[in-house]
């Protein structure tokens, strides 16, 4: 199935999210106005960045330790690729991007560096107000810790100002309770926090309970699905 | 002359999701539209007519009850349509174009804004699944952040398809009738 689409719309926050969820494994490939970028993607986590002057070159080295031999790159030089073609690129919204899942033949462990989590959230940091709006819609919206979050959170480096903000979730606080009790910290601040911290997992919407039981009948509802199975 | 007792399920989602195709597949009746001729940039690109109101098409379950399928306008200046139209519903289907990833962002906005206000089953219909390019309905899932817990199951489909829009349907009456018993 494809991953495609157009950064300006759908962030590396977004994308990153979306890999790891999955634990995918391919290529992402992102064609900016002045280069195209490789991005090896490895069970969700990025772990190689390279430039290439032909889009076919990428289909063509599908082992991936042979490619490291032939572009004489060191296992534990990798991160540098991510800070020079990835980190270094964040703010720049204008690419389209596409995932191929697969292909890619990872022979032996590769280090992961920067781990997913950490990526969105530096993602996260260079979004603009119109890109957090996108996620964090409603300041009414509720959020809450995952189960999991310790143990994602171990994998972030958080800024003062985001350790700050997820102090305020508890289940309780609306998206305006927290802008409210993050005193000193602008809105665009809080709301980059959140998105990061939604799209890592850390933070979830809270359930709302359910309070409004089916006005129908058992009987009644029984008649409508055969209706509809005799469509 | 008997009352025929309407029971009421709202397809919602983004603009040119495929709402009103959605309900044209499987109404007994042409769909009642409320279309225009798209005037905002960047709309009418993408289709020249699009709902300003609601569709409505209906499914006969017997001699008294009609099952009616209430289509929202997809451009959120007509989010207080979604509220009227919400108002007793049974269920609520979110279609999202998944070959659009630009609209995923106002689906989930879309699905709180319906969660807040109508605390009924929801299921997410990733239409145009026979398009090339379309996101599968995991990596979709993934996109609007559902999570497990909130039970809210992503379908792909394609809304021209009958058996598909049956299955989507059927979905979401088996999760209400999940609640009920």
Known sequence: ?231 | MKTIKKIKIVVAGPFAAGKTQFINTVSDIKTVATERKTTAKGEKEVKHQTTVAMDFGKIRIDDEHELYLFGTPGQSRFDFMWEILGEGALGIIILVDSTDPKTFHEARRIINFFQSRFPVPIVVGANKQDLPNAWSADDISFALDISEDEGIPVIPLSAKNKEDVKRVLLTLLQIIREYIS
């Open chain 1, 1 to 231: 199935m494809a991953l495609t689409g157009d950064l300006s719309v759908f962030n590396f926050a977004d994308i990153l999210q979306v890999l790891a969820k999955d634990r995918k494994s391919g290529v992402l490939l992102v064609e900016w106005k002045d280069i195209v970028i490789a991005y090896y993607i490895k069970d969700g986590e990025l772990v190689f960045a390279r430039p290439v002057d032909k889009v076919f070159r990428v289909y063509t080295d599908r082992d991936f330790d042979k490619l490291l031999d032939k572009l004489r790159i060191r296992k534990e030089d990798l991160h540098k690729t991510i800070d020079k073609f990835f980190l270094s690129r964040l703010g720049n919204k204008e690419g389209i991007f596409s995932f191929t899942p697969g292909f890619i033949k990872y022979n032996s462990d590769i280090p992961v560096f920067y781990p997913v989590e950490e990526l969105i959230m530096r993602a996260s940091r260079v979004l603009t107000p119109e890109e957090v709006e996108r996620k964090i819609s409603d300041e009414m919206l509720i959020f809450e810790k995952d189960k999991n979050w310790e143990n994602i959170l171990s994998k972030v480096k958080l800024t003062e100002e985001e350790k700050k903000v997820l102090d305020l979730v508890d289940g309780n606080r609306s998206v305006a309770d927290v802008r409210k009790a993050a005193s000193g910290l602008d809105t665009l601040t809080v709301d980059r926090a959140l998105y990061g911290f939604l799209a890592t997992g850390i933070l979830r919407r809270k359930k709302k309970e359910r309070t409004q039981r089916p006005s129908i009948s058992l009987d009644l509802l029984a008649k409508i699905i055969e209706r509809i199975k005799k469509l």
